[in-house]
Nanobody
Framework: QVHLVESGGGLVQAGDSLRLSCAASGRILSNTAMGWFRQAPGKEREFVGAIYWSDGSTYYADSVKGRFTVSRDSANNLVFLQMNSLKPEDTAVYYC?????????????????WGQGTQVTVSS
């Protein structure tokens, strides 16, 4: 079990940047994937991006590709989501999550542990 806590959300204007952080406690195995998801009102939780803990390789949803970047600080068990060129459509509660295994990183149900979420609101 991994305990996750997100931070860094807030209210910004379209075009601004924001960086979210996820602090993890507990055992992170070499085959762990750390993911970012978001959920807007009335919509299902959707995949944003993920990073493989072992080598730092990343995967992104098409909706954020080129604007968002997932990174990690392995020594301190931190995962980041750098969000640039934010759009009103990015408004959602953002969650970090952890799963065992490097397959199907885009699937919500694959993740065992979840943070509490942090609100990101982008005004037009």
């Amino acid at each position: 079990q991994v305990h996750l806590v997100e931070s860094g959300g807030g209210l910004v204007q379209a075009g601004d940047s924001l960086r979210l952080s996820c602090a993890a406690s507990g055992r992170i195995l070499s085959n762990t994937a750390m993911g970012w998801f978001r959920q807007a009102p009335g919509k299902e939780r959707e995949f944003v991006g993920a990073i493989y803990w072992s080598d730092g390789s990343t995967y992104y949803a098409d909706s954020v590709k080129g604007r968002f970047t997932v990174s990690r600080d392995s020594a301190n068990n931190l995962v980041f989501l750098q969000m640039n060129s934010l759009k009103p459509e990015d408004t959602a509660v953002y969650y970090c999550a952890a799963k065992w295994g490097l397959n199907r990183v885009h699937m919500v149900l694959e993740y065992r542990d979840w943070g509490q979420g942090t609100q990101v609101t982008v005004s037009s």
